[in-house]
């Protein structure tokens, strides 16, 4: 589906691993597969292993802009799935793009938006 990024991936964990004699270990995983980083919180955000989290209200809680007011203890479901696919957070939300998750597009992901 996305060749272009298959490739970039590969030739990145090829970087690495000749980098580090052939090997990946754990640090060269956390610290230097940036893409790779990417590229899996990009499918954490396109395909949600959970599409709804349950939450319970821990304290009342007015809806900005709005009357509605969530009282302490109600139930409220968030639309995870819903959430990611928001162009207002992501836009193009059904396009495949790594790169929302690189250097400063990553600083632009408004906090909440994304849940992994």
């Known amino acids: 589906l996305n060749p272009d990024i298959g490739e970039k991936l590969y030739e990145e964990v090829e970087s690495v691993k000749q980098a580090h004699n ?12 940036v ?8 499918t954490l955000r396109k395909y949600p292993p959970a599409s709804v989290l349950g939450r319970r209200c821990n304290e009342a809680f007015q809806i900005p802009d709005t009357n509605v007011v969530i009282e302490e203890g109600v139930g409220v479901t968030v639309s995870v799935y819903g959430l ?8 193009e939300p ?3 793009k790594p ?5 400063e597009n990553k600083d632009k992901i ?4 994304y849940l992994p």
Do not use: C, W
């Open 22 to 33: 052939g090997t990946l270990d754990y640090d060269a995983v956390n610290k230097e597969l």
């Open 84 to 91: 990611h696919h928001d162009p207002q957070y992501f836009p």
């Open 35 to 42: 893409y790779m980083e990417a590229v899996i919180s990009e």
């Open 94 to 96: 059904e396009k495949f």
């Open 110 to 113: 408004v906090p909440g938006s």
């Open 99 to 103: 790169e929302r998750f690189l250097g």
